[in-house]
């Protein structure tokens, strides 16, 4: 059978919620696709919040939609072509990370995944394990927006609808206007399920609560700072749990540790911090002079004197340098006199 006179419906397909998955072949493009039939009556609303959801996106770490159409059989009912992901979702026990790094790599997708979402505007708002696989190349990829929502006054919901485990606990009011911070509740609950093989029953009671079996008993030993924002992400109040983007930088830091490098270049002179040179330092004469060093996640100030600023903020000991800034040796008031050092922070690429 041949759909919209050019996809092949093949073998395969599978039903989950409200909706039907055919895996088809493009004839034109010559690819195998997903495309998922959502039911038109009573579910506008779903449906066109799942294609502006995936129109708008473009992300490695979310699936694309490619076209959409009406079913000739009924103009009702609406067929989302979607790129087929070829692999196991998470909630297959062959999925658990074996080590660190492992781990690392797959929670970094997700949230990245998450922080590219929310940077459009876009709630997912049923962020769990089986919807994520990953493909033949080890990329994740988040799919299944039939319970978006467009950030803002239109965020709101009667009654609960959600997954038990990894449903926000705000999302079990009767009428509720949530936030994004609901995603970053079940990133929590998905990062905690795949370091635990498994969900502490504190989320899964009808609200969930803070689990006492958390980041901080782990089976990878992450570093403080890791457990700390990963637990912020599980606090029952959604005004503490932070920003996607920022759990993303956090987890990449550390996959990235001990292969930053920066540039500062004072006067006319060049210097390199990496892993094989980590500290400089600079001096102007009677105004200033700061050591700046490089600890394999951090290039921060690691003694000084005299007057020193940073981005025109005065700085001090233990201060961490931003991705790119100015520092200046010597007060605002010597004018002139001061001179500056710009420092260039590089961006390596983290390898899946």
Not at 38 to 63: C, F, W, Y
Not at 128 to 149: A, C, Q, T, W, Y
Not at 213 to 221: G, H, K, T, V
Request: aromatic share 8%; charged share 20%.
């Amino acid at each position: 059978m041949v759909l919209a006179g050019r996809y092949e419906m093949g073998g395969n397909s599978f039903s989950g919620g409200m909706a039907h998955v055919y895996v088809c072949r493009d004839l034109i493009l010559e690819r195998i696709v997903a495309i998922k039939v959502m039911p038109g009556d009573g579910n506008q609303r779903r449906v066109r919040d799942e294609i502006s959801a995936l129109l708008t996106l473009r992300s490695k770490h979310v699936v694309q939609v490619y076209d959409v159409f009406a079913l000739a059989e009924s103009r009702e009912d609406l067929a989302i072509v979607q790129e087929f992901i070829d692999g196991r979702d998470l909630f297959d026990a062959t999925m658990f990370p074996e080590n660190t790094k492992d781990y690392l790599k797959l929670i970094w997708q997700i949230s990245s995944g998450i922080a590219d979402i929310h940077k459009l505007g876009i709630i997912h708002r049923d962020i769990k394990p089986n919807n994520m696989k990953v493909d033949g190349e080890g990329v994740l990829k988040i799919f299944d927006f039939g319970l978006s929502r467009p950030d803002g006054d239109e965020a709101s919901t009667v009654g609960f609808v959600g997954t038990r485990g990894f449903a926000a606990p705000e999302l079990y009011a009767q009428h509720v206007n949530f936030t994004a911070a609901v995603d970053t509740f079940a990133f929590g609950a998905t990062a905690l399920f795949m370091a635990k093989r498994g969900l502490p029953a504190e989320l899964t009671a009808q609200p969930p609560s803070f689990p006492q079996d958390n980041f901080q008993n782990n089976n990878f030993n992450l570093p403080v700072e890791l457990v700390q924002i990963l637990n912020a992400c599980l606090n029952p109040d959604p005004a503490q749990r932070p920003a996607m983007a920022a759990v993303r930088d956090l987890i990449g830091k550390y996959l990235l540790s001990g292969r930053h490098k920066a540039l500062v270049v004072f006067g006319n002179q060049a210097s390199y911090l990496d892993l094989s040179s980590r500290s400089v330092s600079l001096k102007l004469p009677t105004m200033g002079e700061v050591e700046i060093s490089y600890d394999g996640l951090n290039f921060s100030i690691t003694s000084m004197s005299g007057d020193v600023f940073v981005n025109n903020r005065r700085a001090v000991v233990g201060y961490v340098l931003p991705g790119a800034c100015v520092v200046a040796l010597g007060a605002p008031a010597h004018g002139n006199r001061r001179q500056y050092i710009t420092f260039d922070l590089s961006h390596p690429e983290i390898v899946l």
